[in-house]
């Protein structure tokens, strides 16, 4: 099984590698996100400084969502998906191969977008572990519902707004998680964020196993 | 009575919204029936 | 639409639900009575405390027909017949109703009480998530063009739909209870007496209405389900009929 998922996950990486679309896309708009909140917000009274990890995880849920409409639009071209069903492999590898393409992307992003927060609104980083740990959980919550979810949504006419209305409701606890656990990362007082991490990486868990268990209904036909 | 609206609108809101659904219910299911014979209906 | 022609003996009703429709009218009537009438107003809240006995039905009926939904969608994807699907649509859409109504009675009841309409605390943000994701089901039940599709993944989303709710639900309250003075928090009003007893009986009523609501819904759902198939009989029927037509006439063409 995990032949196969690497197999799915190398595909969809290496489709995106030669594209380069999502990266292409996905950096510049989450830069461009936090850089209007800044011109929304007032920088001068350390506002900015306040909510960055709301922000930050803000910019990374939109981006998210992108990503999952881009690695299901890939296969909508020229019967890939008829192809990927006939091809006997088995419907939970296709969605941990799926969700781990998505989940590297991910993790790329929030790299990026870490470093541009910190220059952008004067971030003092402390905490590193934690903030390692829970981008990792959260990745893995975000990686696994968005490719759940985006199956769902995928070849459904309207599926742009589809999509965030099913994904958004799902990841909000993520949100709130990954939020709490950067500001007490942040804010130096680690123990208040650790059982957040926690509780992201338990979500991750229960959303994978859901994930690959409903994957094969919903790949069954069209 | 004070906050007269309030109360008003709150009531009349949920008894007119429920009340409504129902309605709109029962013509819809007689619509419905009237294309389906009896045996299909297990229920009257 | 006559009086008579409304408890005429087609369409979804049956001798059921006209009792259970009589009770619930009787209820309602009951508790309307009490509410506005019989009973006095609060020492704090004055009049607007009327408002609970609509809008605590609400929030206290709205989490059985989602549980209703989200196992009848689990019990689909087991068994596949259609009795099942329509059970699910049925109870998201009653649901979905009820959440709607309490989100709304809320708003009205909150701001005379506490001086506004919406804020974020545990329970009203949990309700909140909980509408947006029954809206998901709706809509999931009405784009994809094809039946099948539709069905199978709307089952899937609604048998999300427990899980997430409690997911939702746990994560608010954690989240604002490190967040939150507990003074803020709504404490419900100390009733006793002939309020508590209308407000007991606005909950049953709720329920029996709840009840009354989701047999008709499924009924409907049941019957748009026979009506499919038999169009579908039919065009395959048709399609039959032109195949013979086409053999009787020498080949096709």
């Keep these: 099984m995990w032949d196969e998922a690497v197999l799915v996950a190398g595909k969809d990486l290496r489709i995106e590698w030669r594209s380069k679309v999502a990266l292409g896309q996905l950096v510049p708009f989450s830069l461009l996100v936090l850089v209007l909140f800044a ?26 969502t992108l990503a999952v409409q881009r690695a299901f639009s890939i296969e909508s071209a020229d019967g890939a998906r008829d192809a990927l069903r006939l091809s006997g492999l088995r419907p939970a590898s296709v969605f941990v191969g799926k969700a781990a393409a998505i989940g590297a992307q991910l993790l790329v992003l929030e790299f990026v977008l870490g470093i541009g927060i910190v220059v952008l609104y ?3 980083v402390a905490g590193w572990p934690l ?14 519902a968005g490719t759940l979810y985006g199956a769902l949504a995928a070849g459904v006419r309207a599926r742009e707004s589809l999509l965030p209305l099913l994904f958004l409701p799902v990841v909000a ?21 650790w059982p957040w991490c926690g509780f992201l990486v338990l979500l991750g868990l229960v959303y994978t196993l859901l994930g690959a268990q409903l994957f094969g ?3 069954e036909e069209s | 009575m004070t906050h007269v609206g309030y109360v008003a609108v709150g009531w009349l809101a949920t008894l007119g919204t429920l009340g409504s659904y129902a309605m709109i219910s029962i013509r819809r299911g007689k619509t419905l029936s009237r294309q389906v014979p009896p045996e299909e209906r297990r229920w009257s | 639409m006559s009086i008579t022609s409304l408890a005429a003996d087609d369409g979804t009703s ?4 006209r009792v259970l429709g009589i009770l619930t009218l009787v209820g309602t009537a009951a508790v309307a009575y009490l509410g506005l009438v019989a009973t006095g107003p609060d020492v704090i809240q004055r009049d607007s405390v009327r408002l609970i006995y609509v809008h605590v039905p609400m929030v206290s009926v709205m989490y059985v027909p989602v549980a209703i939904c989200s196992i009848a969608s689990l019990l689909w994807l087991r068994k596949r017949s259609d009795g099942w699907d329509a059970l699910a649509v049925a109870a998201a859409e009653v649901a979905t109703v009820f959440v709607g109504l309490g989100l709304v009675t809320g708003a009205i009841w909150g701001r005379p009480t506490w001086g506004v309409y919406w804020t974020w605390d545990a329970r009203l943000t949990s309700t909140a998530m909980l509408f947006i994701l029954l809206l998901g089901y709706l809509t999931m039940r009405r784009l994809p063009d094809e039946r099948s599709v539709r069905t199978k993944r709307a089952a899937v989303v609604g048998l999300l739909l427990i899980p997430n709710a409690i997911i939702v639900k746990f994560s608010v309250d954690w989240w604002l209870t490190l967040h939150q003075d507990a003074t803020i928090t709504r404490a419900d009003a100390q009733i006793e007496g002939l309020q508590q007893f209308t407000l ?3 909950v049953v009523v709720g329920y029996l209405g709840m009840a009354w609501l989701m047999v008709h819904r499924f009924r409907i759902a049941w019957l748009e389900s026979r009506i499919e198939d038999r169009g579908l009989d039919l065009a395959i029927a048709e399609r039959r009929a032109e195949g013979d037509t086409l053999v009787a006439t020498g080949g096709d063409q």
């Design chain 1, 131 to 144: 903030l390692a740990a829970t981008a990792v959980a959260a990745t893995l919550c975000l990686a696994s």
């Design chain 1, 173 to 193: 606890p993520v949100l709130i998680g990954a939020t709490e656990a950067f500001e007490a990362a942040l804010g130096g007082v680690e123990s208040e964020g």
């Design chain 1, 122 to 124: 004067s971030l003092d």
């Design chain 3, 14 to 17: 049956s001798r059921g639900t």
């Design chain 1, 217 to 219: 209904s919903i790949l």
């Design chain 1, 39 to 64: 011109f929304a917000l007032d920088p001068e009274r350390g506002v900015l400084s306040r909510v960055a990890s709301g922000l930050y995880w803000v910019a990374v849920l939109f981006s998210t």
């Design chain 3, 200 to 202: 007991i009986l606005s």
